[in-house]
Nanobody
């Protein structure tokens, strides 16, 4: 089992910045993918950014504004999402995700990000 604990959400004005953190603990494989998804009211959950084996991928809507990074040196591997130039359409609940092995998929509890115009 893997536990993911997120932090860093909040309310920010358009153009502002936030940084989300997600610390993983439990039975974590050396090879895994960690990422961030988001779900806005009335919409499906969508991929925001993902990192695996040193590579990263972003949704087109956040490219150039968001940066995903991870720190495996910590006792609890941690993934970050630096969000700059935030827009009202970035408002959503952001979920941390860890995928490993054949089909192990874990989610954090979610953290609310609200961007006011």
């Amino acid at each position: 089992q893997v536990q993911l604990v997120e932090s860093g959400g909040g309310l920010v004005q358009a153009g502002g910045s936030l940084r989300l953190s997600c610390a993983a603990s439990g039975s974590i494989f050396s090879m895994n993918a960690m990422g961030w998804y988001r779900q806005a009211p009335g919409k499906q959950r969508e991929l925001v950014a993902i990192t695996s084996g040193g590579s990263t991928n972003y949704a087109d809507s956040v490219k150039g504004r968001f940066t995903i990074s991870r720190d495996n040196a910590k006792a609890k591997p941690t993934v970050y999402l630096q969000m700059n130039s935030l827009k009202p359409e970035d408002t959503a609940i952001y979920y941390c995700n860890l995928h490993q092995g054949w089909n192990e998929n874990y989610w954090g509890q979610g953290t609310q990000v609200t961007v006011s115009s």
